[in-house]
């Protein structure tokens, strides 16, 4: 089992869709999660930390289970510009060196 | 500011060449990596420095070496490249791991592409 899971997709929402993710981990250690974007031959860029009480930004939500050892991100009133891949990452710890990347969700909003 | 600057962005090589990939960044991170992107794949990370002076390996180290040059700058060395290195090869940076200051995040070059035929 790959130690950070998500659906590759493509999802393909109108404009003004709701649209969620699921991501789930194996590592039970797994101390801090995260959001990250990445635009079609871009680099990574944060989105969002996941806190265990959930947390939201704008249109965007992230939500955490631990005990499911699940992670949601869901977007509400899609836009165009959302279209990217949405990748999940798991760190066990507080070192760099143990980030695990999902290998991402690609998201299309179509207009 | 600059942020994560990374050279060459593309580059064609012949199996057995070797080659050289830049990384500097201008953050005064202590903490830089190497990953790579394949298709399918989550990012690998490949090797990683947590401080000026040291460097370790990550979960796919093989046919790879580093050199922490300075704070500033992480380079990565394909000895002799293989076509299974062809991938798209991120540096990022981050505060010293383990401090109060980092939050987690990781700031990555825009990536350089690499083929090996």
């Known amino acids: 089992r790959k130690e950070v899971e998500q659906d590759p997709g493509p999802f393909n929402v109108p404009e003004g869709a709701t649209v969620a993710f699921n991501c789930t981990y194996s590592?039970?250690?797994?101390?801090?999660f995260f959001w990250y974007r990445q635009d079609c031959r871009k680099e990574p860029k944060l989105l969002m930390s996941?806190?265990?009480s959930g947390n939201e930004d704008g249109r965007f939500t992230a939500q955490l289970n631990r005990a499911s050892q699940y992670i949601s991100l869901l977007i509400r009133d899609s836009k165009l510009s959302d279209s990217a891949t949405y990748l999940c990452?798991?760190?066990?710890?507080?070192?760099?060196?143990?980030?695990?990347f999902g290998p991402g969700t690609r998201l299309s909003v179509l207009p | 500011n600059a942020g994560v600057t990374q050279t060459p962005k593309f580059q064609v090589l012949k199996t057995g060449q070797s080659m050289t990939l830049q990384c500097a960044q201008d953050m005064n991170h202590n903490s830089m990596y190497w990953y790579r992107q394949d298709p399918g794949m989550g990012l690998r990370l490949i090797y990683y420095?947590?401080?000026?002076?040291?460097?370790d390996k990550g979960e796919v180290p093989n046919g790879y070496n580093v050199s922490r040059l300075n704070k500033r700058e992480f380079s990565l060395r394909l000895e002799s490249a293989a076509p299974s290195q062809t991938s798209v090869y991120f540096c990022?940076?981050?505060?010293?791991?383990?401090?109060?200051?980092?939050?987690?995040?990781?700031?990555f070059g825009e990536g350089s592409r690499l083929t090996v035929l």
């Open positions: 990022a940076s981050s505060e010293a791991m383990g401090s109060a200051a980092n939050t987690g995040e990781l700031f």
């Open positions: 990452v798991v760190n066990a710890g507080n070192y760099g060196q143990n980030f695990v």
């Open positions: 996941v806190y265990s």
């Open positions: 420095s947590a401080s000026e002076g040291t460097t």
């Open positions: 590592n039970s250690a797994s101390q801090s």
